[in-house]
């Protein structure tokens, strides 16, 4: 199973779309599921259903943070390549989702809020949105972005 199905997978099982992205890549986090379900539970719907930037995107620069980020403040090149990362990242994020947006609503097709309330998870809720396969899409860029990095 690759990491967008297992992504796609998780997010079928109630997951918000950011713990979906990440929880798929747990074992190479060293970070115990139950703590990063914890950690992006507030990332899900555009970060507390606000609609903003997508929890999948959010869920594929925490990874890089983990992965590649720096710890000291003063590490100016670690930043530097870091943004570099992210960037290359959302472009490819982009591209595979055909558009040119990171931002949820835009994703979802969104004209105004929807209100903070999370729908149910229904064969229709599945049906009329993409954040399962958005989820897959996220999954695969990173697993392919580790092995080349």
Known sequence: MTKGE???????????????VVLAFAPELG????????????????????????????????????LYGYSDSQDYQGKKLLYQRINHLAQMFKERNGS????????????????????????????KRPCSDLCRIAGDIMEEYIEEN
Do not use: H, W
């Open 31 to 66: 970070i115990e599921e139950p703590v990063l379900a914890k950690m992006l539970s507030g990332f899900g719907g555009g970060i507390g259903r606000m609609r903003e930037v997508c929890g999948c995107f959010s869920g594929m620069v925490f990874i890089a943070n983990m």
């Open 6 to 20: 297992k992504a796609e997978q998780l997010f079928k099982q109630g997951y918000n779309c950011s713990q979906a």
């Open 100 to 127: 040119n947006s990171v931002i949820c609503r835009e994703l979802l097709g969104l004209t105004k809020e929807d209100g903070i309330v999370p729908e149910k998870r229904t064969e229709s809720y599945y049906k």
